[in-house]
């Protein structure tokens, strides 16, 4: 949560940070705000999205070449223009932006109050930041001498980055446990929690690793551990064109990310599948063949929608490769005490690869003893350095804040890690391998064929874009596809939207239907099929109104629907890829239809870097 963005170098550093904070605003957009540095500290900060803060700025003195920028996802302190960073030190001296949350700023908050400082926020991020200078004022020592031993004293989690109107050109940035890039250009530096704000400056770039300070001016980058000892900077080479995080002439980023979905997915089993010899090739995990071949038990570790897509796995996982799996929150999973053997499998996925939650349930794990396997797509991202080895799902930057084409990136990474760990132990036949490969290899088409489907979607928007609640049921590998579409429409639309097991409706839900409430039912052919049917009836009989996903030309189905939205007929194991279409694109149409600011939802942010 929240975005970073810093500039040091012979260019104006205002249009730098302003758009760099645009590219960022996926994060958060509760507040924005600058700190520039010229022959004075200035800082302009507002409430809202970057848009507001342009607004603000509009005929200001914007000049200067080092700056700093943020945008607000609120942890302490409620979304206001007091609230917003960058914060000033009580001398007026500093001005610092966070990313984080500092735990024990309770007491330092004391401590301070102590001494007699006033705070103009409720934010932990001020707290630390008079911390800092506290420090410094009574240590008489430099600014980065007094970070070290604030930092020494911090639980938490930070990015952080500083001015110090007495060193103009110079920010220093620290992490721990959220997200910071350093991009290198000639006689100038860029700062961001991703690559994205750097992307058409400069392709090299660091990551700071936790526990880490950077000092950094135009034309150097010193890095340092806690320790004062200074490291050598690891500098890699991004990836990433600057297309791939623009619009594309799209009226969102969601649906730009839908609708790349056949591409996506094809990405991903590129140079994988090779159906023509029945194999799969994931050179990531290969060097843990053994340890796959021999494990008792996988455990799959992640948060939202990311975790919907474990719990899909569970299902192919526990057909093809006859092993114990579990599918675990994040969050829950690293408060309890779970237990776990040395040689377990644990499967970390997760779209951003910063996910607070994931990041420490994964730590835990390492600790005692596990093999970690990460499926990111992020390329560089904390789990994935964090994870032994792993897949990437090479779906891209993903911007829109619901989750959409990862997803389906993280089914097809899953699928193929399911088929490799069933060809290793032989629970699974040649024959039938194949043959779902040839299927998986259809895949994209079949998504392209649902996309051009888009006309009867958007009228089923239109028609039930009014309703109060919905309810979303599948059963077998559907079930977590019904959980994602509620969660989509949830997200999208704000509409109250719950996802069951098809046959546990019986058991609760079925209360709530009456001729008001829309019934998703994925229903397309497997072998619950027939059983879905009847929970179809069931519903009609109490004048629900049925919205069927279901395969094309299936006129059983098609009869017990009010509305029916078609896919192509596909193997059970990989029809989520394909069902969950249709899902997504309503509750893009439907948020469209209620107005709703669907690339930005209310109070959601893509990356949650706090847990
Ligand atoms: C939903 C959504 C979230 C994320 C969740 C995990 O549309 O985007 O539920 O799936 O926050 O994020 P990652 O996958 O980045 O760990």
């Not at 990015?159 to 006689?187: C, F, N, Q, W, Y």
């Not at 526990?211 to 200074?230: D, M, S």
């Not at 194991?573 to 149409?589: D, E, F, H, K, S």
């Not at 690339?599 to 959601?604: A, E, G, I, V, W």
């Amino acid at each position: 949560m929240c975005g970073i963005v810093g500039y040091t170098g012979l260019r104006d550093a205002y249009p730098i940070v302003i758009k760099g904070l645009k590219r960022l605003e996926y994060r958060g957009y509760d507040s924005t705000g600058v700190a520039l540095m010229s022959d004075t500290l200035r800082v302009y900060k507002k409430m809202g999205k970057v848009a507001s803060l342009e607004e603000i700025t509009l005929g200001k003195e914007l000049g200067g070449n080092t700056g700093i920028g943020h945008t607000r996802w609120a942890t302490h302190g409620e979304p206001s223009d007091r609230n917003a960073h960058p914060h000033l030190s009580a001398s007026g001296k500093l001005a610092m932006i966070h990313n984080g949350i500092i735990e024990n700023y309770g007491q330092l908050k004391q401590e301070l109050i102590n001494k007699g400082y006033q705070l103009k926020s409720d934010t932990d991020t001020e707290v630390l930041l008079n911390f800092i200078e506290e420090i410094k004022n009574n240590n008489a020592c430099s600014l980065e001498e007094a970070i070290r031993i604030a930092l020494k004293r911090v639980t938490g989690t930070y990015v952080i980055l500083l001015i110090d109107s007495e060193m103009p050109d110079t920010i220093i940035a620290a992490r721990k446990g959220s997200p910071l890039v350093i991009g290198i250009g000639k006689g100038e530096h860029f700062l961001g929690s991703d690559a994205s704000p750097m992307l058409e400056y400069t392709k090299e770039v660091v990551y700071v690793n936790d526990y880490e300070l950077a000092i950094v001016k135009p034309q150097e980058l010193i890095l340092k551990n806690l320790g004062n000892e200074r490291l050598t900077p690891y500098v890699q080479k991004l990836d990433i064109e600057l297309a791939a995080i623009e619009k594309g002439g799209y009226e969102h980023f969601m649906l730009k990310e839908i609708f790349e979905q056949p591409k996506t997915i094809f990405d991903c089993l590129r140079g994988r599948l090779h159906a023509d010899t029945g194999t799969i090739t994931l050179s990531g995990i290969e060097q843990y063949s053994k340890a796959l071949q021999k494990a008792n038990r996988i455990v799959m570790i992640a948060c939202g929608t990311s975790w919907h897509a474990g719990l899909t796995a569970e299902y192919i996982f526990e057909e093809c490769c006859r092993l114990n799996v579990e599918v675990e929150y994040a969050s829950e999973f690293r408060y309890r005490n779970p237990v776990i053997h040395p040689g377990d499998i644990i499967l970390a996925i997760s779209q951003s690869g910063e996910t607070a939650d994931t990041l420490v349930a994964i730590e835990n794990a390492k600790a005692k003893g596990a093999i970690i396997l990460g499926v990111v797509n992020v390329v560089g991202s904390s789990i994935a350095r964090m994870s032994h080895a792993g897949a990437y799902t090479h779906a891209g930057p993903e911007i829109g804040v619901a989750s959409t084409k990862a997803f389906t990136a993280q089914l097809a990474v899953l699928t193929m890690i399911a088929f490799k760990i069933g060809q290793l132990r032989n629970t699974i036949s040649q024959e039938r391998l194949s043959a779902l490969l040839h299927e998986l290899e259809a895949i994209p088409a079949k998504v392209e064929k649902i996309l051009s489907y888009v006309e009867p979607i958007k009228k089923i928007a239109k028609q039930y874009a009014q309703a109060r609640d919905f309810l979303y049921l599948g059963r077998g590998y559907n079930f977590p596809v019904a959980l994602e579409g509620a969660l989509k429409l949830k997200e999208i639309s704000y509409i109250h939207a719950e996802g069951y097991p098809a046959a546990e409706m019986k058991h609760g839900p079925i209360a709530l239907v009456d001729e008001q409430l829309p019934v998703v039912v994925v229903a397309t052919r497997d072998s619950y099929h027939e059983k879905v049917l009847s929970n179809m009836q069931e519903i009609k009989a109490r004048k629900g109104r049925v919205i069927g996903i279901i395969t094309e030309e299936d006129t059983a189905a098609l009869e017990l629907c009010e509305a029916a939205l078609h896919v192509p007929a596909a193997d059970e194991m990989l029809a989520p890829m394909l069902n969950v279409i249709p899902l997504q694109l309503l509750a893009y149409y439907i948020g469209v239809e209620k107005g709703c600011d669907v690339d930005k939802p209310r109070n959601l942010a893509k990356s949650v870097t706090v847990e």
